[in-house]
Nanobody
Framework: QVQLVESGGGLVQAGGSLRLSCAAS????????MGWFRQAPGKEREFVAA?????YYADFVKGRFTISRDNAKNTVYVQMNSLKPEDTAVYYC????????????????WGQGTQVTVSS
């Protein structure tokens, strides 16, 4: 079971940027599809982005967010630019054992989440 710890959340003004990081334990990090999800108050958790050998994005973040990974550091990142108030949410890092296209509704291991707040 992989353990995930997110960092990098905070408060930012609309139009600003943040970079979230997720450090993973274990020696098989490179074999996982890694993802970011988010959950806003009163809403269901939603897919944001994922990365295996390629990247996958939700339509609402395309062109603004960039997911990347450093397998040597067991870390996945998401660079978030042009942030909007509607991006305010708790952001969760997730790992899926199958390597490839993410199965969004499938089984994931989760981090504890990090709060991102975008003020208008």
């Amino acid at each position: 079971q992989v353990q995930l710890v997110e960092s990098g959340g905070g408060l930012v003004q609309a139009g600003g940027s943040l970079r979230l990081s997720c450090a993973a334990s274990g020696r098989t990090f490179s074999s996982y599809t890694m993802g970011w999800f988010r959950q806003a108050p009163g809403k269901e958790r939603e897919f944001v982005a994922a990365i295996s050998w390629t990247t996958y994005y939700a339509d609402f973040v395309k062109g603004r967010f960039t997911i990347s990974r450093d397998n040597a550091k067991n870390t996945v990142y998401v660079q978030m630019n042009s942030l909007k108030p509607e991006d305010t949410a708790v952001y969760y890092c997730a790992a899926q054992r199958s390597y490839g296209q993410p199965n969004v509704g499938g089984q994931w291991s989760w981090g504890q989440g990090t709060q991102v707040t975008v003020s208008s």
